[in-house]
T-cell receptor, first 115, second 114 residues
Framework: GENVEQHPSTLSVQEGDSAVIKCTYS??????FPWYKQELGKGPQLIID?????GEKKDQRIAVTLNKTAKHFSLHITETQPEDSAVYFCAASNYYGGSQGNLIFGKGTKLSVKP | SAVISQKPSRDICQRGTSLTIQCQVDSQVTMMFWYRQQPGQSLTLIAT?????????ESGFVIDKFPISRPNLTFSTLTVSNMSPEDSSIYLCSAQQGMNTEAFFGQGTRLTVV
């Protein structure tokens, strides 16, 4: 089955700097890669996702890149703000490969943005 | 989009008892899921709640321990049965309109078993 590795587990940046979180996946048939942000005491919330037919996607200060050959994808946050501090999870799923297609989550990255 | 209300938000329970967690979605959804999240850890899928049929459980989770109901397209319950301290965790309900679409999560139920 699918396995998702996420690095780093913790990341501390200064306000205004960029933050990059990287994930690798094992199942080459995976075709959907969402990123979730989880604030303390809340459920995860989708911030951006990318499908396997796209190499990059941007939404304001957030971007995700996908390298299907290397089976890795990354989250880029530019001009970080204190409110970006949270735990970020990457995930992968494969619905069209004949599998159940459930989301497999990475272990999470705790991002701290220092003012 | 979908808004998910999950309750209770937290509970402290005695070992050997059972707790039922409720999940209400503000719109009809195709798929509902239940996850477990240890504090500071990732999300582990317990089961897919199938409307009108038995839930589909992931490896390591069984129906006798985690019975699930899904009577309609907006509501599901997860029961944690015969609890032990090892069941202490955060339990999350999730809903999706289809595979490879946005998953919406409830705020979670923080369960402590003493």
């Amino acid at each position: 089955g699918e396995n998702v590795e996420q690095h780093p587990s913790t990341l501390s940046v200064q306000e205004g700097d960029s933050a990059v979180i990287k994930c690798t996946y094992s199942d080459s048939a995976s075709n959907y890669f969402p990123w979730y942000k989880q604030e303390l005491g809340k459920g995860p919330q989708l911030i951006i996702d990318i499908r396997s037919n796209v190499g990059e996607k941007k939404d304001q200060r957030i971007a995700v890149t996908l390298n299907k050959t290397a089976k890795h994808f990354s989250l880029h946050i530019t001009e970080t703000q204190p409110e970006d501090s949270a735990v970020y999870f990457c995930a992968a799923s494969n619905y069209y490969g004949g599998s159940q297609g459930n989301l497999i989550f990475g272990k999470g990255t705790k991002l701290s943005v220092k003012p | 989009s979908a808004v998910i209300s999950q309750k209770p938000s937290r509970d402290i329970c005695q070992r050997g008892t059972s707790l039922t967690i409720q999940c209400q979605v503000d719109s009809q959804v195709t798929m509902m899921f239940w996850y477990r999240q240890q504090p500071g850890q990732s999300l582990t899928l317990i089961a897919t709640a199938n409307q009108g049929s038995e839930a589909t459980y992931e490896s390591g989770f069984v129906i006798d321990k985690f019975p699930i109901s899904r009577p309609n397209l907006t509501f599901s319950t997860l029961t944690v049965s015969n609890m032990s301290p090892e069941d202490s965790s955060i339990y999350l309900c999730s809903a999706q309109q289809g595979m490879n679409t946005e998953a919406f999560f409830g705020q979670g139920t923080r369960l402590t078993v003493v």
